[in-house]
């Protein structure tokens, strides 16, 4: 197992390069079941789900390849399976993502149903009631959901929460469908949108796109494109954010500080000094101690629970009470145990965690549940003073491209360790 060592009290400075987002590499990957040939996808972060994704592709019959430049070929001329084993689902639960292709392209899928995951139960029944309403005929059997379809129709289908792989899944299934699919009360999220434009460039005829209602015309056929995976706006809001806890000053390259309006907004009002650039760069400084500001994770353009975690250290050190709901997910608040172990002042009360800044926090060992309570407790430990070692670094690795080379490279004082796994 291995575990990050960071010596609290270095303040950053210089800049860093965002990379590709992970929430759109992983349904771009799955649109390239849609469509025979060779893609070529740019961008992709080199991040563990994304490998998991690249391995299923594999079982599934496609070749891929890494680039030297970094960019990934996907040729999937040699689809020969329709099945996601349980294996590699239960590592990464965006593997559901496959299930509209499959049954869109091959008229059948056998999929691993899911399991819950650290942050709540996550079914999936807007998925498999939106492909039975497109005719799909279902079977749930041992852990598995089999979905057959001769072809599959348009519908009108409507999300009681407006799922993000839901809204994904559909909307690819929807792209080979004979008629046309209306999706309303869908997700916004840019991953959504940029999935969505990806889909068009193959030849998809959808309207609505970042709107809450996407009307999808099938086609017969699509094709395979070039196409460049957007930054990664959480990725973004996390280095915000560790300037917020560490100080100094960092300027955040390739990047869309549009895609972060509520973010930024919210680090504004708690004090952080925030500069667009231009269209591609942000920079941030914190000067003096931040402000209490209470937040509420929506769907986007709200802000976004995937942030819940790492705003929480900044209001942990800020001056006076902020009051944090998450409305997303149910179990979403395991990295306040942790954050008290380094000395945070934290209440939970229902879907709120009521924070009251103290002045400082000391390091402790602490063990990450979730990738994105992973990168709170590294947010932490560059604010407390003296040494933190966060373990379960395999969260980190899911979801965050080489984020201790990044953060050292910006001053922050941090090691790798690999630790014998006790019994
Ligand atoms: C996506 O998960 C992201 N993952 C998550 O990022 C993100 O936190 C989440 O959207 C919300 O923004 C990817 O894009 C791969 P949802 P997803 O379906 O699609 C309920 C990260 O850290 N729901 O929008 O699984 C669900 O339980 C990850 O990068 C149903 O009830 O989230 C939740 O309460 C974590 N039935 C709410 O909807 C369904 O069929 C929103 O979930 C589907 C969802």
């Not at 740019?42 to 599934?60: K, Y």
């Not at 080979?176 to 068009?200: D, I, K």
């Not at 504004?268 to 003096?288: H, Q, S, Y």
Request: proline residues 4%; glycine residues 10%.
């Amino acid at each position: 197992m291995e575990q990050l060592e960071i010596q609290g009290g270095h303040s950053l400075k210089g800049s860093i390069r965002i990379s590709g987002a992970k929430n759109a590499a992983l349904p771009m990957l799955a649109a390239t079941l849609l469509a025979q040939g060779a893609f070529r996808l740019r961008d992709v972060p080199c991040l563990e789900d994304v490998n998991i994704f690249i391995r299923l592709l594999e079982e599934l019959g496609f070749k891929c390849k890494k680039e030297e430049t970094g960019a990934l070929l996907v040729d999937s001329s040699g689809l020969s399976s329709h099945e996601a084993p349980y294996e590699l689902v239960r590592m990464m639960r965006a593997s559901v993502l496959v299930l509209g292709p499959l049954t869109a392209g091959l008229g059948r899928a056998k999929v691993a149903l899911p399991g819950g995951c650290a942050i709540g139960a996550r079914p999936i029944d807007f998925h498999l009631k939106g492909l039975e309403l497109m005719g799909a005929k279902l079977k749930l059997r041992e852990g598995y959901v089999e979905v057959r379809a001769r072809r599959l129709s348009g519908a009108r289908i409507y999300f009681d929460i407006p799922s993000v792989t839901a809204t994904e899944n559909l909307m690819m299934a929807a792209c080979l469908a004979s008629g046309v699919t209306t999706l309303e009360n869908a997700a916004r999220e840019p991953e959504v949108v940029a999935l969505g434009q990806m889909l068009q460039q193959m030849g998809a005829h959808i309207k609505g796109l970042g709107s809450e209602t996407v009307k999808i015309e099938g086609v017969r056929q699509l094709s395979p494109v070039d196409w460049k995976i957007i930054p990664d706006r959480i990725e973004t809001g996390t280095y915000l954010m560790a300037v917020g806890a560490a100080g100094g000053k960092l300027v955040l390259e390739n990047t869309v500080p549009s895609h972060l309006d509520a973010v930024l907004e919210k680090l504004k009002n708690a004090g952080l000094v925030i500069d667009i650039l231009d269209e591609t760069t942000i920079r941030v400084k914190r000067r003096g101690r931040l402000k209490s500001v209470d937040v509420k994770t929506l769907p986007y353009p709200g802000f976004p629970t995937d942030l819940q975690a790492q705003i929480m250290v900044l209001m942990a050190l800020a001056g006076g009470l902020s009051v944090i709901t998450e409305t997303i997910f149910e179990n979403r608040f395991m990295h306040v145990a942790e954050l008290r172990r380094l000395g945070a002042d934290i209440r939970i009360e229902g879907r709120s965690a009521i924070v009251r800044g103290v002045s400082s926090l000391a390091g402790a060992p602490v063990m990450a549940t979730d990738l994105r309570a992973s990168a709170c407790l590294v947010l932490a430990g560059l604010a407390a003073k003296g040494k933190t070692v966060v373990g379960g670094l395999n969260h980190l690795n899911r979801g965050y491209e080489n984020m201790d080379e990044k953060l050292c490279s910006a001053g922050a004082v941090m090691k790798r360790v690999k630790i014998e796994e006790t019994v």
